[in-house]
């Protein structure tokens, strides 16, 4: 049975093959990159649940990728493991800092490698039954991304949906349409405000009674009431 999805970065054909080989052996599902380009598209596409760096190589490098990674809304919560033959505090420090999860010191121990995949994947399993936001009567299901109000769901597009996550995750706080083009919309030059005003509107007719909670405020943005 396939297990979780796992992303390796390594521009060494021995080190990807290997760490490929001791994970499928373990069930798990691979996919291999040579390079951190390659490596970005496919994290991007796939959102695997772990992903292995290596901290040197071509193009922009495994430090800077996590970096990148990290201030990506889809891809900032995904565990990442640094795999590197350097070994100095330094070294663990700077991988650590950017991000990174744990930290692998090339060569390693087999079994000490899937000891810590494992151990990483079972925290991560744990914060993903904690993803449910609720407030007042509505449930938001993160994972399976549903939205019911008072025990009825309620059906939201995509763009809806995360506005509203974004909405119950900074409840009393304004949230302006800047930062909703920047978020929900990556500043997308098509969106405008307007589109982000029917959106909002959409939301509102979704939510029906309960759309209340969600106010605006006049040339600030928009909040969402606690209460």
């Not at 390079?35 to 695997?48: R, S, W």
């Amino acid at each position: 049975m396939i297990k979780n999805l796992i992303i390796i970065v390594d521009d060494d054909d021995g080190i990807r093959e290997l760490v490929g080989d001791l994970l499928e052996f373990e069930n798990f599902k691979v996919i291999k990159c040579s390079n951190t380009d390659d490596g970005y598209k496919k994290i991007l596409k796939y959102k695997p649940d772990l992903i292995f760096l290596d901290v040197k190589m071509p193009q922009i490098g495994g430090i800077e990728l996590c970096r990148i990674l990290r201030q990506e809304k889809e891809t900032k919560n995904i565990p990442i493991i640094m795999l590197t033959v350097e070994s100095t505090e330094n070294d663990k420090v700077t991988g650590l800092g950017v991000g990174a999860d744990d930290y692998i010191t090339k060569p390693f121990s087999n079994q000490e490698l899937i000891a810590r995949v494992k151990a990483i994947l079972r925290r991560t399993s744990r914060k993903e039954e904690k993803q449910v936001l609720k407030l007042n009567g509505l449930v938001m299901d993160l994972e399976a991304r549903t939205v019911t109000v008072n025990g009825k769901e309620i059906v939201l597009r995509p763009k809806e949906f995360d506005l509203l996550q974004m909405f119950l995750s900074k409840q009393g706080i304004v949230v302006s349409k800047e930062l909703i083009l920047e978020k929900i919309f990556d500043y997308n030059s098509a969106v405008t405000t307007r589109t982000v005003d029917t959106h909002i509107k959409n939301l509102r007719q979704a939510l029906g009674g309960w759309s209340g909670k969600i106010v605006t405020i006049f040339g600030k943005g928009f909040k969402l009431e606690k209460k």
